[in-house]
Nanobody, 120 residues
Framework: VQLQASGGGLVQAGGSLRLSCAAS????????MGWYRRAPGKQRELVGK???????TYADSVKGRFTMSKDNTKNTVYLQMNSLIPEDTAVYYC???????????????WGQGTLVTVSS
């Protein structure tokens, strides 16, 4: 199983970016996909999660600005980030909790990270 994250970049404060994370490989079903971030000098934190039924939850710091969505046909999750602020600068990682085709459940599947830099 592989997770491929993309979409990071440099943006000015107030701008928007959309991150994508595509899961591929021996996947039977995906239970939850999440986005995490690690800012310089800080610990990794949860940004948001989306369940198989499309229910999403977010960290307080991004509520109202970030929105997660998914395309089940592509095993892809998106993170639309609006009204970005410099404090959103971080490496963003996607994570999946899924069943493989041999029906083993795991939640330690991570994308490679994509850097988001918000300039003031």
């Amino acid at each position: 199983v592989q997770l491929q994250a993309s979409g990071g970049g440099l943006v000015q404060a107030g701008g928007s970016l959309r991150l994508s994370c595509a899961a591929s490989g021996s996947i039977f079903s995906i239970n939850v996909m999440g986005w995490y971030r690690r800012a310089p000098g800080k610990q990794r934190e949860l940004v948001g999660k989306i369940t198989s039924d499309g229910s999403a939850t977010y960290a307080d710091s991004v509520k109202g600005r970030f929105t997660m969505s998914k395309d089940n046909t592509k095993n892809t999750v998106y993170l639309q980030m609006n009204s970005l602020i410099p404090e959103d600068t971080a490496v963003y990682y996607c994570n999946a909790d899924l069943f493989t085709t041999d029906f083993k459940r795991g939640n330690d599947y991570w994308g490679q990270g994509t850097l988001v830099t918000v300039s003031s």
